[in-house]
């Protein structure tokens, strides 16, 4: 099993380009969440999913989109992206229920310049 | 609202001596999950621990157990015997329910960077 898995690992964008990261897994899990980990903050939830094609916004969703189209498969999207992006992007998945942990990918270092 | 939090940025221990980081968490739900999470510098967030809130022994797993006070809201990580593969960042995450939602989405604090020294 890959667990989570995360494209690409890293990226530089220029102000107002646009881009879109992939998260997968294999772990047949319903829900899938978007994180953004900034310096002093912990992580943040962006947007999340409870089952395939459906999304709903998180804490800080403002300037991100997100799509599940299949199970697998949660891609965050940034249609304009701005230096307040710059961040390491995290994306988790989980069985429904308190007491499940999430699995994280490893993570999306994104500088927006 | 839920909230968690560590009051400790930084931490330092002595290798094979024992550390206690805190957490203290708030919300209203009866039901809810304690976790922790070790960040090393590598950046991966890997599962530590887990406690449930009708638990009624601290759990343990390995080097590592929860001091779990469910009355002072506390859900402390102790970790025995310290290496020096134990420094990295820690982070103490509640999952509880929005507004009766199955959803439980995770609430995590700051965290608190550990140094083990030799």
């Known amino acids: 099993n890959a667990g989570v898995t995360q494209t690409p690992k890293f990226r530089v964008l220029k102000t107002g380009q646009s881009m879109t990261l992939l998260c997968a897994q294999d772990?047949?899990?319903?829900?899938m969440y978007w994180y953004r980990q900034d310096p002093g903050m912990g992580l943040r939830l962006i947007h999340y999913?409870?089952?395939?094609?459906?999304?709903a916004k998180g804490e800080v969703p403002d300037g991100y989109n997100v799509s599940r189209l299949k199970k697998q498969n949660f891609l965050l999207g940034l249609e304009s992206a701005a230096p307040s992006q710059t961040s390491v992007y995290f994306c988790?998945?989980?069985?429904?229920?308190?007491?499940?942990?999430?699995?994280f990918g490893p993570g999306t270092r994104l500088t927006v310049t | 609202a839920q909230k968690i939090t560590q009051t400790q940025p930084g931490m330092f221990v002595q290798e094979k001596e024992a550390v206690t980081l805190d957490c203290t968490y708030d919300?209203?739900?009866?039901?809810?999950?304690l976790f922790w999470y070790k960040q090393p510098s590598s950046g991966e967030m890997i599962f530590l621990i887990y406690?449930?809130?009708?638990?009624?022994q601290n759990a343990t797993e390995g080097r590592y157990s929860l001091n779990f006070q469910k009355a002072r809201k506390s859900a402390n990580l102790v970790i025995s015997a310290s290496q020096l593969g134990d420094s990295a960042m820690y982070f103490c995450?509640?999952?509880?329910?929005?507004?009766?939602?199955?959803?439980?989405?995770?609430?995590f604090g700051r965290g608190t960077q550990l140094t083990v020294w030799p």
């Open positions: 988790a998945s989980s069985l429904a229920g308190l007491s499940y942990e999430q699995y």
């Open positions: 772990m047949n899990h319903e829900y």
């Open positions: 999913s409870v089952g395939e094609g459906t999304t």
């Open positions: 919300t209203s739900d009866q039901s809810y999950g």
């Open positions: 406690q449930g809130s009708y638990d009624e």
């Open positions: 995450a509640m999952r509880a329910s929005d507004r009766g939602s199955t959803l439980g989405r995770l609430y």
